[in-house]
């Protein structure tokens, strides 16, 4: 069995992008200096936050469809004070604006004059399965470009939080909304908004026996993650001992290396799935990271294969971590 | 006309465009002698700098490209602090990080500037969008860029947001027919850069850029009208580039290529449109290079006590 998530674009998620709605408004009731900018800014708060659109109506900003142009406009109204939340839509189309986030947006905070407020922006985007340029995740480019925030989060309460704590965090984070994740796989805590998450701070979704896997994943490789532990247990005899801390990084960069280590001193064994190519990618910093530091870990790495992503969404499923990978990567150990 | 500089004025501007010609001279030994990293110079173009600022408000906003020293001067950056900056020390005006590329001031307006070309006109429209719709108050941003920038898609954006967001924005073009060291018929199809933004809507004219009572006439009048009515205005100012393009780079033209441009320098051309007598004009220079000294001598004794106490 291939392709273990529904990944059908035609029914993307929408409580991930109600909690960032949710968020959105209460920032913006709160900080008269946070207003939205981006192709059809205005369209989008009429169909996903029309609380937005209702009473805070000149917050919100449409521009042309030219993505690196807007971050750069940003960028010049950040410079009077105004918090703005850029949305470049798919996140594919982040390389179109790779020169103003890398360029300017990283750099504005550091090259300014001493005692300057530093400048918050945010630029948000989605994550599709709708082919070789609109199903791409470039949350790894990011990382590696000092001067930015890189958050994933993978249920509402995160997204909500995450998007609370970056618009009143002075810098630029990149926000990703997982919109391949199905609404089916958030219940209880998940989809209650409980106020701010920090940037940097992992969380525990699982907490496994002592002795066995330490497992990070984040965005969709989260649900993957837990759905493989789920479908196991249901399966297979319980007499087999599979068990795991399963962690959810949420913050890419900064990454919580605390929490990460905390869990590896316990059991020596990590397990990384990620959503997105392998090569050159989280995993892999992560993995470099603890091999340096903790020698004894022993590290196993899934993730996708460096090829460029096929336009029918199942082609594109059969490309992420199986059930049984997963398991058996577990069960390696 | 009314509008044009009244003589004392007129001699502070000439004074202000020999200062940025003597700063930047000597800044140029520093660098022939390894103390300063690959500045941009603009001999040459001082009059649009000196001229569009002098006619606008001292709270209207300044955005620049990477030629950042004469839009400093112009907009009163103090001149130890940014003296310290381009040569990349720690008194520097943004603590040395930022060089003579990334400069900017804000307590005098001087908000920003960028070494990569066209990144500063699409920001300015964003900052002008700021002043207009988040400040709400009557103040204009001017952003300079060079013919070349036209070419790079950010102008172009920045261009359609300005418009399209009704900024009270002015564009200074300042064409010197030079990219670096490449030609207009590499990059601009058409004879005039005010041809290319016809497309956006923007009201534009072109200018002698080597007037600076042009400039400055010519910016009174467009400046009150972007005030009024809260959109944007194109201004291209024709003008040659004296110095090479950058240190450590090559000239692509001839001594006497240069010789000939170097007729239009319109430091020359002011003092022989203000009469100033041969001693007057010298006064002028000697008060400049005493300035630049000390500020010189200042910034770089803050780097020797540093280096002391550390």
Redesign the interface.
């Known amino acids: 069995m291939r392709a273990p998530l529904k990944a059908d674009p035609f029914s993307r998620n929408h409580l991930i992008r109600d909690a960032i709605g949710a968020a959105l408004y209460d920032a913006m009731k709160a900080d008269p ?1 946070i ?1 939205l900018f981006g192709e059809g800014a205005e369209i989008k708060m009429h169909f996903d936050a029309p609380q937005i659109e209702k009473e805070l109506p ?1 917050r919100a ?1 449409t ?2 469809i ?1 993505e ?3 971050v ?11 918090k703005p939340v850029v949305d470049i839509i798919t996140a594919d189309f982040l390389y179109r604006a790779m ?2 986030i890398c ?2 947006a990283a ?1 504005l905070n ?5 005692g ?1 407020p530093p400048r918050t922006i945010v630029i948000r985007a989605e994550f599709l399965m709708g082919g070789p340029t609109t199903g791409q995740r470039p949350e790894a480019l990011f990382c590696h470009i000092p001067g930015l925030n890189v958050v994933v989060p993978s249920t509402p309460r995160d997204a909500y939080g995450l998007m609370r704590t970056a618009l009143a965090t002075p810098g630029v984070t990149i926000f990703f909304e997982d919109r391949m994740i199905p609404d089916s796989e958030f219940a209880g805590e998940d989809l209650e908004y409980s106020g701010p998450v920090p940037l940097g701070v992992g969380r525990l979704r699982q907490l496994g026996g002592k002795g066995t896997v330490t497992v990070l994943s984040y965005g969709l490789a989260r649900p993957l993650m837990e759905k493989a532990l789920r479908d196991w247990r249901m399966d297979v005899d319980l007499s087999i001992k599979l068990s795991a801390d399963l962690i959810d990084l949420r913050s890419l960069y900064p990454i919580d290396w605390g929490m990460i280590k905390f869990y590896l001193a316990r059991n020596g064994n990590l397990l990384i799935i990620e959503p997105d190519v392998r090569y050159g990618g989280i995993g892999a910093e992560i993995a470099a990271t603890i091999c340096e530091e903790l020698p004894h870990v022993k590290i196993k790495r899934l993730g996708v294969l460096r090829a460029t992503i096929p336009a029918n969404p199942a082609l594109h499923g059969t490309m992420l971590p199986t059930e049984q990978e997963i398991i058996d990567a577990i069960n390696s150990f | 006309m009314p509008s044009t500089a009244s003589e004392p004025q007129a001699l502070t501007l000439y004074a202000q465009m020999v200062l940025i010609r003597v700063l930047e001279e000597e800044l140029q030994k520093l660098c022939d002698i390894g103390e300063g990293a690959d500045l941009h110079f603009n001999k040459g173009q001082e009059a649009i700098a000196v001229g569009v600022v002098a006619a606008l408000r001292p709270t209207d906003y300044v955005v620049a490209h990477h030629r950042t020293i004469a839009h400093a001067i112009a907009k009163r950056v103090p001149l130890e602090p940014l003296v310290a900056e381009v040569l990349g020390l720690p008194g520097g005006l943004c603590g040395g990080r930022a060089g003579e590329m990334h400069l900017s001031d804000p307590p005098h307006r001087f908000m920003f500037s960028f070494q990569l070309v066209g990144t500063c006109v699409p920001v300015a429209a964003g900052l002008a969008w700021a002043v207009k719709n988040y400040q709400k108050t009557d103040d204009i941003v001017v952003v300079f860029h060079g013919d070349a920038a036209t070419s790079n898609g950010q102008w172009h954006e920045g261009l359609n947001l300005a418009a399209v967001q009704k900024v009270p924005l002015l564009l200074i073009c300042e064409n010197n027919g030079l990219a670096g060291n490449v030609t207009p018929k590499y990059y601009q199809p058409v004879p005039w850069v005010e041809e290319r933004v016809s497309g956006y809507g923007i009201r534009h004219c072109r200018i002698d850029g080597n007037s600076v009572q042009g400039v400055y006439d010519a910016v009174q009048q467009v400046g009150a009208a972007i005030r009024q009515m809260g959109k944007p205005f194109f201004l291209e100012c024709m003008t040659t580039r004296l110095s090479k393009h950058k240190q450590g780079q090559g000239d692509i033209r001839s001594k006497e290529e240069l010789a000939e441009l170097a007729l239009r320098d319109p430091l020359l051309q002011e003092a022989r449109r203000l009469g100033l007598p041969h001693e007057q004009s010298d006064d002028v220079f000697c008060e400049a290079e005493e300035q630049v000294e000390l500020a010189i001598a200042a910034a770089r004794g803050e780097v020797v006590e540093a280096g002391a106490s550390g």
Request: glycine share 10%.
């Open positions: 200096a207003h000149d900003h521009l042309p030219s690196d142009g807007n750069n406009f940003a960028v010049g109204a950040s410079l009077l004070g105004v020169d103003s360029n300017t750099k550091f090259v300014q004059v001493e300057e």
